[in-house]
């Protein structure tokens, strides 16, 4: 085997050796141990004897560096770069690295060089690393409310092979600090009653408002307000619908393709749209509203778009001259989720034995995003039988447990190729309870949207008895 060695017959007073080669993977500080067993037979025995070393090891120093660098002062609310650089130290190369970068929430993340190239943005894999490597990140520095510094810490793992099983182990850990520095002029941003992250369908509006404040001592001159939109396109149209843009300041509107699927939309107010801006004395806040609809599926074909992240922030201008500065709001991403829907219908009529029978369909359009793991369920109450051999099922499978009394409709995957599917099955009211007034509860399910990756809820109207 790999860990056992033969060493053969040892004459009196002779040595035998084996010489090992391999890595050591601890965290760093660790300790790790070797353990040699030897057994033997003495000429002069019938019987084997085990004799048992032990070699502690502490891991003290690493096949690589790191280091993390940012401007050691930056303006609250302003963009700046955060660069790691990664080398090894000796000739050989370390693989199957993980460099993560750790910023909480203090530091919002736009773009990266190289890309993170896994689900977490703020994680480079690195397969080999054989010469010095730098990654470049980009972002706003937003900081923690009345909190003056903000940490910053990168950690290296590593794995000692590449199905990277478990978390590893740490290979190095860097931190350093950013001071804050706050401007006289404060701008946030909120739509939709929120300054966070969100969820949005076709069809929504973005109802956003800026609060643009003066808390220093002194007028501030010249300032400028921008709302900037970078949203999904198709043939240089966005999915936000400009021309229904309510904005009563009425600020100019510039559109610029950023890439075949992404179109970016700003919207500029200055003293000719706003004479307030022209002097923000101090204390003085400034407050701009407007209303940005979502196109709908009758607006435009929603199947033709490939991505799903509408990402807004706003940013003001002030001063003049070499002390002109500009200052970020708190970005927000939507992401678009599935315009699922779900219609109950139900049509009352009789059988050939005079019993009460509903006529029932469960309609699910969706025109945006193909749906994957779709549930639908519901209850249905009182002395009820469905035959499930007639039903009509265009999608997936649909059972009905007896002893429940529970309708359920499962769809693996659901494309925008069949944009409406209707679950049609018929109901009959064996025997009826004068005191019974519902037939069936309301309809629950969720699905998952495959581009957004988001979970959706779908909800359906409960039957009533006539």
């Known amino acids: 085997t790999d860990d056992e060695w033969n060493i053969g017959t040892l004459a009196p007073y002779e040595d035998g050796s084996v010489t090992i080669g391999g890595t050591f993977y601890s965290d760093i500080g660790g300790d790790v141990s070797m353990r040699a067993f030897m057994n033997y037979e ?23 560096t790191v280091s993390i660098g940012a401007k050691p002062e930056i303006t609250r609310g302003s963009t700046g770069d955060i660069v790691i650089r990664v080398a090894p130290v000796f000739d050989s190369a370390v693989r199957d690295l993980a460099v993560i970068l ?4 203090a530091f919002v993340q736009k773009s990266a060089t190289p890309a993170a190239g896994t689900k977490k943005s703020n994680q480079w894999n690195i397969t080999e690393l054989n010469k010095d490597q730098e990654i470049k990140v ?3 520095f937003v900081g923690e409310p009345n909190v003056d510094t903000m940490p910053l810490s990168v950690t290296v793992r590593g794995w000692s092979d590449s199905t990277r099983t478990g978390d590893g182990f740490v290979y190095a850990t860097v931190t350093t600090s950013v001071r804050l520095t706050d401007t006289a002029v404060t701008a946030s941003l909120a739509i939709n009653g929120t300054d966070s992250d969100a969820t949005v369908r076709s069809g929504d509006i973005l109802s956003g408002s800026i609060q643009v404040k003066n808390n220093g001592n002194t007028p501030e001159s010249n300032v400028v307000v921008r709302a900037v939109f970078d949203a999904p396109s198709v043939n240089r149209q966005s999915i936000l619908k400009w021309a229904d843009l309510a904005d009563a300041k009425d600020g100019n509107v510039v559109g610029e393709q950023l890439r075949p699927d992404t179109r970016r939309g700003t919207i500029t107010w200055d003293a000719a749209k706003i004479p307030e801006l022209s002097r923000l004395d101090p204390g003085e806040t400034v407050t701009i509203d407007w209303q940005l609809p979502i196109k709908n599926n009758t607006e435009t074909e929603l199947a033709d778009f490939s991505t799903a992240i509408i990402q807004a922030t706003a940013d003001v201008q002030f001063g003049a001259g070499a002390s002109r500065q500009i200052i970020s709001a708190n970005p927000i991403t939507f992401t678009l989720v599935s315009d699922a829907k779900l219609e109950v219908r139900d049509s009352l009529g009789r059988n050939a034995q005079g019993q009460e029978t509903h006529a029932i369909s469960w309609i699910l359009t969706n025109a945006f995003h193909d749906l994957a793991s779709t549930t639908l369920s519901a209850d249905f109450y009182g002395d009820v039988s469905i035959d499930t051999k007639s039903m009509n099922v265009p999608a997936g499978t ?3 447990d007896t002893a429940k009394k529970r309708l359920t409709w499962t769809i693996d ?3 925008t190729s069949l944009d409406t599917a209707a679950l049609q099955f018929t109901v009959v009211l064996n025997s009826k309870n004068p005191t019974q007034t519902q037939l ?12 957004a990756g988001e979970e959706i809820v779908l909800v359906g109207e409960e039957i009533g008895l006539r």
Request: aromatic share 10%.
């Open 138 to 140: 980009s972002g706003l």
């Open 413 to 415: 995957r659901l494309p």
């Open 102 to 105: 750790d910023y909480s929430d």
């Open 42 to 64: 003495p000429e002069n025995f019938s019987s084997s004897f085990q004799s048992v070393w032990a070699l502690p090891i502490r891991v003290t120093s690493a096949p690589l």
């Open 440 to 451: 069936a509860g309301k309809v629950s399910g969720q699905a998952v949207d495959t581009v």
């Open 398 to 400: 649909a059972s009905f």
